[in-house]
């Protein structure tokens, strides 16, 4: 009987005995996009770039001419371009610009900025990321510094929660910065 009995207290003991929980790392959503493929556009305005097939491009909603959306209907999400001629005003359009990403400060856990310059396309400008629950991921500028002044931003069609957007984001980000290294100007 002691033997039975040392016999189930020694399984027991070494049932019991297991690594202390951890806390899981965390997560996000496992969503697939498919992998970008990019033609140029051409929709009759001072720029040309390449824009991933899976984007539809529509006029912006306030009719300017040369304001168009890439839209991600996968996504709910957009990327918003501006074009402003320069006239005298670089000046202001680039104030203008890097006032942009400060206005996302209040939700933002951090704003980085990147230098971009292309000196074969005449394009310079900032790149700059947004994380955390802000209403815009990422915005850029791009100028060839003497006539064309180009912005643009990533919005979803939904509450910022960067947790679930963040996929998106990503896909995003890279799909601008294509954008932005193929930029030319129409001169």
């Known amino acids: 009987m002691r033997l039975i009995l040392a016999i189930l207290a020694i ?3 070494c049932i019991s005995c297991k690594d202390d929980p951890k806390p899981k790392p965390k997560g996000f959503l496992s969503l697939e996009y498919p992998e970008a493929e990019y033609n140029r556009i051409d929709i009759g305005c001072p ?5 991933n097939s899976i984007a539809q491009v529509s006029p912006s909603r306030n009719r300017i001419p040369c304001w168009i959306q890439l839209d991600y209907d996968q996504m709910k999400g957009s990327i918003f371009i501006t074009y402003q ?3 005298n005003n670089l000046d202001s359009l680039l104030t203008d610009a890097q006032k942009l990403p400060l206005q996302h400060t209040i939700k933002a856990d951090v704003i ?3 230098v971009y310059t292309n000196d074969f396309n005449k394009t310079y400008g900032m790149f700059y990321e947004v994380d955390g ?3 815009s991921q990422a915005q850029f500028y791009l100028t060839d510094s ?4 180009l912005t643009g931003s ?3 069609q939904s509450l910022p929660n960067f947790d679930s957007i963040v996929p998106a984001a990503e896909y995003l980000k890279k799909d601008i910065r294509h954008l932005m290294e193929s930029l ?4």
Do not use: M
């Open 11 to 13: 399984s027991f003991l």
């Open 47 to 51: 720029y040309t770039f390449e824009k």
């Open 85 to 87: 001629p320069v006239k």
């Open 112 to 114: 980085e900025g990147d």
């Open 133 to 135: 629950d802000a209403a």
């Open 146 to 149: 003497t006539d064309h002044f």
């Open 154 to 156: 990533v919005y979803f």
């Open 184 to 187: 030319k100007w129409n001169y």
